[in-house]
């Protein structure tokens, strides 16, 4: 009986301590946290609790933790139509922070829940912006415009559930695999037809020139026969030109130089027989006296 006053007090003391340790909590660095009562903020002038040693009520307040820090969402690839009707595959990553925890508790409660709306917020915006432009802008210097746009359309919806955006980024933006495999179907006939058109065009100039070439050939030979008949002409009239003067110096002589040259063209062939009569003008220069 003597023990009942020791028990007691010791009971006591546990059950302080249990108390106290209850009505105690730590707020690490890079946490920030809500003291809820009864599902309720306790606290409502002073709601947020930075790091360090805080005190509740105990049975009947609860500590609702969230990250201070830089947060990640990397939601799976989207497939996107485009404004020209392309469909891409499109990957994202969403950098946010949790500034109004709040704010962020009345909208989603976790993180979780945040992480699925914005994920839907993401991809309404994604659809929104990238509905109205064209593939080759997407693929252009003008994607970080499109992203920045995207950016700021998620930040004004995000803010309503107690989170700033930093940072929305296109990671790849690829075409679906089939979608791949025509296009590139589409342009190796598209390559195969333009080095066709090629080869025509080339076959085509090729013939110009072997006509122009054949028509210079032409043109080239007839001038050269021109000049040719020309000098030939000019050949016979020096020619005849001489034969005259020389036959207009000496007759005789002209004569019997013309008979000589004829004898000896006509008798070089030793195979030929003529039958000449004696007095016949062939031999006018061995039978009588013009020709002694």
Request: charged content about 25%.
């Amino acid at each position: 009986m003597k023990s009942s006053p020791l028990i007691t007090g010791v009971a006591l003391i546990v059950v302080a301590l249990m108390a106290l340790s209850s009505s105690l909590f730590i707020v690490r660095q890079g946490e920030q946290a809500l003291v809820l009562r009864f599902g309720a903020v306790a606290y409502p002038g002073h709601a947020v609790f930075g790091p360090g040693l805080h005190i509740k009520k105990p049975l009947v307040e609860d500590v609702v933790r969230y990250d201070a820090r830089l947060l990640g969402l990397d939601p799976p690839a989207e497939q996107v139509i485009l404004a020209d009707q392309k469909r891409i595959d499109v990957d994202t990553y969403t950098q946010f922070i949790i500034t109004d925890p709040l704010l962020f508790y009345q909208a989603v409660h976790t993180e979780e829940s945040a992480r699925a709306r914005l994920r839907e917020i993401v991809n309404n915006s994604l659809r929104r912006v990238l509905g109205n432009v064209m593939l080759p802008t997407v693929l252009s210097a003008e994607r970080e415009k499109i992203m920045h746009e995207i950016e700021t359309q998620v930040a004004s919806v995000a803010k309503d559930l107690g989170v700033t955006i930093v940072d929305v980024r296109i990671r790849r933006a690829d075409l679906p695999p089939e979608t791949s495999q025509a296009i590139f179907r589409r342009m190796e006939s598209e390559r195969q037809r333009e080095a066709a058109e090629a080869r025509a065009q080339g076959n085509e100039a090729a013939a110009q020139i072997r006509a122009g070439a054949e028509r210079e050939r032409t043109v080239i030979l007839a001038e050269a026969q021109r000049q040719a008949q020309i000098l030939r002409g000019e050949g016979d009239e020096t020619a005849n030109g001489t034969l005259a003067r020389a036959y207009s110096a000496d007759p005789k002589f002209f004569a019997f130089y013309r008979s000589q040259a004829a004898y000896r063209q006509a008798l070089s062939d030793t195979n030929s027989t003529f039958i000449l009569a004696p007095d016949s003008d062939f031999f006018q220069f061995f039978g009588h006296a013009p020709g002694r």
